[in-house]
Each structure stands twice: as structure tokens, then as C-alpha cells.
């Protein structure tokens, strides 16, 4: 509880009128102290009143899970014990600052107090993947005669668990983009020019000359060709690089996120391909290695390892990273990835150990590209600070041009990716490499 806007205006009103009075009419004394003992019982009384009708009951609803980047909705509903609610209910809510969660106001009841419940929807948003609780809950609503804020605390006790954000899976729109490798169009042309021995079919009008099996064909007196498809049972491993730089925010949440969410839907396409995932990541040193196993049967595993990884504020050896995953590979695998850096100079130990790696298994880089960076570049204003911004920004980006070119010189794929659109460009390349069996 404490005086509202009201009560603090009557008092200072009533303290002016009080010296005014005191100064030219001594003799007003006992007036003056009517009047602040009438205030103070009309304040008393109104506290009364608000207290005896103020007596509710709170229910809180808040979802047990969510995935980083969306938001959960956290239902409130109050419910009097006597009479109506009262009017212009404030809400605010103690809760873990990886929550964030703006102010809402339930509507006052109507006069007739027909409707004697209110519900307000809270919508928390998602920004770190861990487990978070709502600890309170705070009420501030006008007594009766408003001269009072009636504040009211009620614990929670609530608890959501931030996931990595798997709703492209669920959604089905993965499973959209990889089906044209097992039918369709993508697969025919797959069965013609593929590695693999898929079965042999009569001779036809049309089919290429070379695709005729003339071993088989004489034993058999007629043409006979061998049908050929995509090798299956690929090794993919998702390296992730969970160092200081992958802690930075980037529209809203973290690179590491992002790299974690694109992460696992490339394991459910990759495990609707038919190849085998894998998943690592390292730091200042090397932490969690899961080996590869069919794509459906690593997916629940790795989104486990992935929903615990920690966030590390220490800098990424890439060197010690990319060996130990060296040493740990025992067949050709197609390796991703998820990594950054500051400058050329900053990314040379990370070139040289990519270098390595690509000798012996088909490397795709990930990197996220800032699109701030784009907009500083073009200014809408002209002035010397955004001149300077301008060339610092160009200055990065040539930057970041120049080590993905010599990555791709060494015959690395490089994905330089916009936040929003990094899990659709991932398997489209994935899909890229599939076609063409670039592993």
C-alpha cells in the first residue's frame, strides 16, 4: 500500500493551506487540525473498505516448455472472493531477465458487476534456451476513493523450459524439402547418374547408350541397362562452435541458437535421406561428442545434447576443436560447420585447420551474416559519424568476402546466411550436395 497521486496532492494543498493560515490567522489552530484528522479517517476508512472488498483468488497457466525465439503465453485468471473485481488492475511480474515480458492491464469490471472474473494473457518471449521459473506476482490497483494503491504480492512459483526451436521439423516443412529426393523428378535423375547399384531393366527407346550392362546382355539375349541411384548411409556430422563470439545477439537471440536450431533440422533431413548424423562441438577445448546414427534415431538424442549446451564466454581454439574431430572420424563424412570470426587475421587458425579436414571430408562452413551491417553501409543520413560507420562496416564485410573465397577455394561450401533464412539455405544446399554426390 501507498498514498496514490491523489492523497499527496490533498496534503500538500492541505499543508499550504495550513501555513498560509497559521501565518495571518494564529488563532485558526484547531480548525487546521480538523481538517488532518478528517483526512486521515477518510484515508483510514477508505483502506478499510478496499482491503474487506479487495480478498481474490489468483490461477496461474504458463506452459511447461517453449522453443527459443517464440513466446509462451502465461494466463492469469482473478477471480473475487466478495463482490466485483476492483477496477484498473496493474500487473507486473519478478521473473528470470532471460524472460522478457511487457506490462498489461486487465480492464476494469463493468458497473453493474455482472462479470466477476478477468483473465489477462502475458506473452513471454523466449530469448536463451534453459530452464527459467516466474517468481512473483505484483497487483496495483486504486481503493475505493483512490486516495490508495493497494499493491499486492503472490508467488508463482512457475517454471517453462526453453528448448532449441524444432518447429520446422514439426511443422513438416523439412520433410517438404528433402521428399523430392526420395520421388519425383530429383529422383530419377538421381537413379541415372548416381554411385549406387539400384537394379537392372530392359532396354527402352531413349535411355542412354552407356547405361547398357553388355556382360549381362549377352547372358540374357536382350539389352539389358544397370539403373543406378544416390549413395545412402552418409556420414554427416554438425559441428558446432559454442565459443565467446557464437554468444553474441543477433535479432533477438543468440548465434549459438540459431546455429543449434538449424542444426537439428538438418539432422531430420538428413535422417529422412537415409544418412547417419553425428554431432560436436568445441570451445576453448573439445566438449560433447555424439557419434553418427541414422537421422530418426540421433534426432531425439542430439536435441537433448543440444537443449544443455552451454553458453561459454571463452574464445574458440580451432585448432584443438577441428583436430580432436579429425581424430575422432574413421570414414569420408560430409562435416558442417557452425562457426565465426572477427577479421581475416582472427580466422587464419580456423582456415588452416578447415584446410586440413577438407584432404579427407567434404566441409560446409556456416557463418551468419549481421544484416545491420548491409544497412550501415548505405546510410539514409549523411553526417560523419554515419560516414565512419559506413567505412567500418564496408571494411568488415570485405573482410568477411575475402575468408569465405579462400574457403572455397579450398574446396569448402561456404554459407553466409541471414538469421531468418539459415535453415532453408542449409538444406538447400544439403539437397545441393545429395544431387550432384558432392561427398
Not at 236 to 258: H, N, P, W, Y
Request: with cysteine.
Amino acid at each position: 500500500m501507498r498514498p496514490s497521486r491523489y492523497l499527496i496532492a490533498l496534503v500538500l494543498i492541505l499543508a499550504a493551506v495550513t501555513v498560509f493560515v497559521s501565518v495571518w490567522w494564529r488563532d485558526m489552530g484547531y480548525p487546521l487540525l480538523g481538517l488532518w484528522a478528517g483526512l486521515a479517517a477518510l484515508t483510514a476508512a477508505d483502506l478499510v473498505m478496499s482491503i474487506v472488498s479487495s480478498r481474490m483468488t489468483i490461477e496461474f497457466d504458463l506452459p511447461r516448455q517453449g522453443f527459443v525465439g517464440h513466446t509462451a503465453a502465461l494466463t492469469i485468471g482473478i477471480s473475487p472472493q466478495k463482490g466485483a473485481l476492483p477496477h484498473n488492475i496493474d500487473i507486473r511480474l519478478d521473473l528470470a531477465p532471460e524472460l522478457v515480458v511487457g506490462e498489461s492491464r486487465l480492464p476494469g469490471a463493468p458497473a453493474d458487476a455482472g462479470e466477476k472474473q478477468a483473465k489477462a494473457v502475458l506473452d513471454l518471449r523466449l530469448t536463451r534456451r534453459g530452464q527459467y521459473a516466474v517468481h512473483e506476482l505484483w497487483l496495483k490497483w486504486p481503493s475505493r476513493l483512490k486516495l490508495l494503491d493497494i499493491i499486492a504480492r503472490m508467488p508463482v512459483g512457475q517454471e517453462i523450459a526453453v528448448l532449441p526451436d524444432i518447429s520446422p521439423v514439426l511443422s513438416g516443412a523439412i520433410k517438404t524439402q528433402i521428399l523430392p529426393l526420395e520421388a519425383g523428378q530429383k529422383d530419377l535423375r538421381l537413379r541415372g547418374e548416381g554411385s549406387e547399384f539400384h537394379q537392372l531393366r530392359e532396354f527402352a527407346n531413349g535411355m542412354d547408350p552407356r547405361s547398357i550392362d553388355w556382360k549381362r546382355s549377352a547372358r540374357m539375349r536382350s539389352l539389358v541397362v544397370r539403373e543406378m541411384r544416390a549413395e545412402r548411409n552418409h556420414q554427416v556430422i554438425l559441428c558446432v562452435d559454442s565459443g565467446r563470439l557464437m554468444a553474441e545477439q543477433l535479432g533477438g537471440f543468440t548465434k549459438l541458437d540459431r546455429a543449434i536450431n538449424a542444426a537439428l533440422a538438418m539432422c531430420w533431413g538428413a535422417g529422412l535421406a537415409g544418412d547417419l548424423v553425428g554431432f560436436y562441438s568445441f570451445d576453448s577445448r573439445p566438449r560433447l561428442f555424439v557419434p553418427a546414427l541414422p537421422g530418426r534415431s540421433a534426432f531425439p538424442r542430439l536435441q537433448t545434447v543440444c537443449a544443455g549446451l552451454r553458453y561459454e564466454t571463452q574464445e574458440s581454439n580451432h585448432t584443438l576443436g577441428l583436430t580432436h574431430l579429425s581424430g575422432r572420424l574413421k570414414r569420408r563424412s560430409l562435416i558442417v560447420i557452425f562457426s565465426d570470426f572477427v577479421d581475416s587475421i582472427t580466422a587464419e587458425l580456423m582456415i588452416e585447420n578447415i584446410q586440413v579436414l577438407a584432404r579427407h571430408h567434404f566441409i560446409v562452413y556456416v557463418a551468419l551474416r549481421d544484416p545491420m551491417l548491409q544497412k550501415l553501409v548505405e546510410p539514409e543520413e549523411i553526417s560523419m559519424d554515419a560516414v565512419a560507420r559506413s567505412v567500418a562496416a564496408r571494411q568488415i564485410l570485405q573482410e568477411r568476402r575475402a575468408v569465405m573465397e579462400k574457403l572455397g577455394r579450398l574446396g569448402v561450401l561456404c554459407l553466409d546466411s541471414t538469421p531468418e533464412a539459415l535453415t532453408s539455405d542449409l538444406i538447400a544446399r544439403y539437397i545441393e550436395i545429395k544431387s550432384r554426390e558432392m561427398i
